[in-house]
């Protein structure tokens, strides 16, 4: 069992749609975070979670909405998204929310919106 | 703020050839400095992490990376590369908080 999980892997929607993607970690971390990444573009980090707090809304415009339920569990519901917002994001997870500590990743979910 | 330039976006080298990537990243105070992989339809995984210390890091798969001060750099590196070795590199630099900037990314390419 890989220790930071994504579902679904792929995923295409219209603009229109309201859909989620699910991310859950078995290492016992305080930290979690959703990131996207475009081609040949640096990550950008989206949002961060401590403690099931968010400490960190990176500009991130509202038709991205993250939800943590638990230290385990990371939601990130999408609702009414652009073209552009086609990326593959992923969900990585910390022991803690400093970046002393390495972050560990999920294999990503590929959101194609068309 | 805090950035990263890795300023090769595609290496080919062949195999058991040696690979340095080159990062250079910017900061005011000493840097938290990693190196991630992503092999194709995965996620990222560290290669190797420097804090403090000694210059030269040792990370898995072989490969280690050395922190150089005045060059502001923490160039990656493997003697002798394998196929499996063919991947996106991405450096990374953080500071005293949760924030991690990534650079862009080399594309690793391996030639039989």
């Known amino acids: 069992e890989t220790g930071v999980t994504q579902t679904p892997r792929h995923l295409v929607m219209g603009m229109t749609n309201k859909k989620s993607l699910k991310c859950e970690q078995h290492?016992?971390?305080?930290?979690m975070y959703w990131y996207k990444q475009s081609a040949k573009k640096p990550l950008e980090l989206m949002f961060v979670?401590?403690?099931?707090?968010?400490?960190e809304n990176n500009s991130v415009p509202s038709r991205f909405s993250p939800e943590c339920p638990n230290s385990s569990h990371l939601f990130l519901h999408l609702h009414t998204l652009q073209p552009e917002d086609s990326a593959l994001y992923l969900c990585?997870?910390?022991?803690?929310?400093?970046?002393?500590?390495?972050?560990?990743f999920g294999e990503g979910s590929r959101l194609t919106v068309l | 703020a805090q950035s990263v330039t890795q300023p090769d976006i595609h290496i080919t080298v062949s195999e058991g050839a040696s690979l340095e990537l080159r990062c250079n990243y910017s900061?005011?105070?000493?840097?938290?400095l990693f190196w991630y992989v992503q092999s194709p339809g995965q996620g990222l995984q560290l290669l190797l992490k420097?804090?403090?210390?000694?210059?030269l890091v040792q990370g898995i798969k072989g490969f280690e990376a050395e922190f150089k001060r005045s060059q502001s750099s923490f160039n990656l590196r493997k003697p002798s590369v394998h196929w499996s070795d063919a991947a996106e590199y991405f450096c990374?630099?953080?500071?005293?908080?949760?924030?991690?900037?990534f650079g862009a990314g080399t594309t690793v390419t391996v030639r039989a």
């Open positions: 979670y401590s403690l099931e707090e968010r400490v």
């Open positions: 990374a630099v953080g500071s005293n908080d949760y924030k991690l900037s």
């Open positions: 990585a997870s910390s022991p803690n929310s400093g970046t002393t500590g390495e972050l560990f």
């Open positions: 290492l016992g971390h305080n930290a």
């Open positions: 420097y804090f403090s210390g000694d210059t």
């Open positions: 900061y005011g105070a000493t840097p938290y």
